[in-house]
Every structure is written in C-alpha cells, then in structure tokens.
C-alpha cells in the first residue's frame, strides 16, 4: 500500500489482476484524504466545474482554473498517482497547444494528464515528451452537446467504435483508459482487447479499476447517479452542523470559556 504509484505501477497492477482505485479531488484536504484512504489514483478532473464552481457542465472549465486546483491537490497527495484533466478547448487545435497544456500542468504537480476522444497524434507527442497520458472514452463529457446529454454510449453495433478507439490510443500509448457510462459488455470487451487498465465510470465491474467523482460518493450533492454510489449523507451531515453552529452563536453558547483566552 505504501509504495508509490507511477503510470508503469497501474499496468503491473492489471497484469496482477489487483483493481485500481481512482477519486477524484480538487484541494489539498480531500486530495490528503483520498491518498491517505489508499486511491491508487486522484484525478483533477474537469468535473471540478460542475462541483466545485457551479457550472452546468465541464465545457466551461478553463486551464487556469484546473491549473490552480492542481496545485492545490498537489501539497496534499504524495503515494497516489496525480492525473490532471486538460479541458476542452485546451488541445485539439494543434499537436503544439496539446503538448504546451500537458507540459504546464505537470510543472504545476501533475504526474499525468487525461484528454477525452481519439487524439492520437497528440497522445504520441505527449507522451513522447514523457509526460503519461490517460485516456478517456465512451461518453466524454466534453462532448455533451453533440452527444445531445448525457446518455450512455456505444450501445449496440456503436460499441464497435469505441473498442477500436480503444486499441487506437492504446497505440497511441496512453497507459490507461476511463471508460464512461457504457454497457458492461463492451467495457469487458475492451478490458479484454488491450494490455492497458481500463478504469470504469458507469462501465461496470469488469473495468481493471473504478473512478468516482468525491462529492457523489460523499453526498455532497443534490443529484443521485446511477452510476454511483453514496458512502455517506455529507450534505445532510455538513448541514446539520453548521446549523448547531448557527444556533449555538444564536443563543450565547459558543464560544464557550473553553474556547475563549
Ligand atoms: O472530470 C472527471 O472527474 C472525470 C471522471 C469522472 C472520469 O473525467
């Protein structure tokens, strides 16, 4: 549990048949808490748009406002794997502005970056920077519009696409693969299709790891997924206590003598 995570350690642990576990974070407490709970990955994932600054959704998100988050996550992270998301628009014009994006978010303490759809000319040239590229597939959120919502993807003779963009960017030489709310049997398809780890996100539990965004498994917000999971009510917990809080100052009993010089 103690050694480090590196790119090459998560396609040993597929090769060992050991799950990987990826949360995601987007400051240094939760990034501490995630490393310290065991994640073999903490992703800054664009999703720090729709939870953390209130967008609708992550096309919105900037590389300035990942960039700050990552730096962040870094001070709090030392055994997992850090991976960054580059959001849209941040790659996809040239191979130049791709490599410029990564570079900049491994100088802020990434360790890998993720980059959504089949762009393998970038991921060559990326990678060929030695910086690890994760990639991600099936219903990439940065697309939302043109998939018109979030619908879950490759179902039927569509799944044929992904599984072959799949072993494209395997190519490419991505070290690892995010697959998004897609049938069960294609995720087991292309786990089985290529040598690197899938990790799934509504993918089912044949993917080699899974992924989760922090603020669903925690409750820490008004929507339930399908794809997820609540370990706990946060946003019921949190709320109580900060109305304890309110009607303690309310009333005179905090700060108490205990809590005064
Ligand atoms: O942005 C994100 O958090 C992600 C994960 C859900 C895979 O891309």
Redesign the pocket.
Known sequence: MSEKVTAPRLRSLKAKGEKIVCI?AYDVFFGRIADEAGADVV?V???LGNVVLGYPT?VFVTLDEILHHVRAVRRGVSRALLVA?MPLGSYGGSIAQAVETATALVKAGAEAV?LEGEYSEEIRAITKMGIPVMG?LGMT?QSVNNFGGFKVQGKGSSGEAILQSAKSIEQAGVFSI?L?LIPKALSAQITNGVSIPTIG?GAGAECDGQ?Q?MHDLLGFSDETFRHSKRYMDGQSAVLESMRTYAREVRRGSFPSEENSF
């Open positions: 995601t992703l994932g664009d999703s992550t998301d993720k991600h959120p995010v998004e996100i992924v965004v």
